[in-house]
């Protein structure tokens, strides 16, 4: 695709239940990040996957946070028993080893 | 570990006047530095990058930042600011792979 893709746009769950977010990045890139941006706050690293290296999963803020990259391309972002403190833009983004990332427009997540 | 410093969190200027965004880093290894600006409920849209090569770097709509290594610095600067530059900026580095993000500069421009 042209650039890279999530979704869905906007999410609102209940409180405890599971989400499912995705990512759908350049093709081509071999680097695939997430982020998550809550409001009036930087941007928040949580996962990143190089290739069919072992993902680095040092930002995960709990274990209810897991994500998945199959074949090389998508990847999916799973919150389990989601909290109101979850609520917040997570951002996928992709690149190559030496440039820029590129971001998709975000999953807004929230959580009733 | 590396890590992002913008010390403004708002900068509210006049159209048409000069402004300079601020960013410090620190990191043990060489860094690659980038501008960031995400305009109202829009992703991140890369404005600048530092890879090599010339420590000025410039944007098509008008954006500099300079890399100076000594200072650990790469501040973002526009002679003349338009009410369309109302966004907000964010710093990045990377290292060996991650992009560490500062927390980001809310740029008004006012008429």
């Known amino acids: 695709g042209a650039g890279v893709s999530q979704s869905p746009s906007n999410k609102v769950t209940e409180k405890g239940k599971d989400v499912e977010l995705r990512c759908d990045p350049i093709?081509?890139?071999?680097?695939l990040y997430w982020y998550r941006q809550s409001l009036g706050q930087g941007l928040e690293f949580l996962i990143y996957?190089?290739?069919?290296?072992?993902?680095?999963k040092s930002g995960l803020p709990s274990d209810r946070f897991s994500a998945e990259r199959t074949g090389g391309s998508v990847s999916t972002l799973t919150i389990q028993r989601t909290q109101q403190e979850d609520s917040a833009v997570y951002l996928c983004?992709?690149?190559?080893?030496?440039?820029?990332?590129?971001f998709g427009q975000g999953t807004r997540l929230t959580v009733v | 570990a590396q890590s992002v410093t913008q010390l403004d969190s708002q900068v509210p200027v006049f159209e048409e006047a000069p402004v300079e965004l601020r960013c410090n880093y620190s990191?043990?290894?060489?860094?690659?530095l980038f501008w960031y600006v995400q305009y109202p409920n829009q992703g991140l849209q890369l404005l600048l990058k530092?890879?090599?090569?010339?420590?000025l770097v410039k944007s098509i709509n008008g954006f500099e930042a300079e890399f100076n290594k000594s200072q650990t610095s790469f501040h973002l600067r526009k002679p003349s600011v338009h009410i369309s530059d109302t966004a907000e900026y964010f710093c990045?580095?990377?290292?060996?792979?991650?992009?560490?993000f500062g927390t980001g500069t809310r740029l008004k421009v006012l008429a």
């Open positions: 990045a580095v990377k290292g060996t792979y991650k992009y560490i």
């Open positions: 093709s081509g890139h071999t680097a």
């Open positions: 996957f190089q290739g069919n290296s072992a993902p680095d």
């Open positions: 983004a992709s690149s190559l080893v030496a440039s820029e990332a590129f």
């Open positions: 530092y890879l090599s090569g010339s420590t």
């Open positions: 990191s043990s290894v060489s860094v690659y």
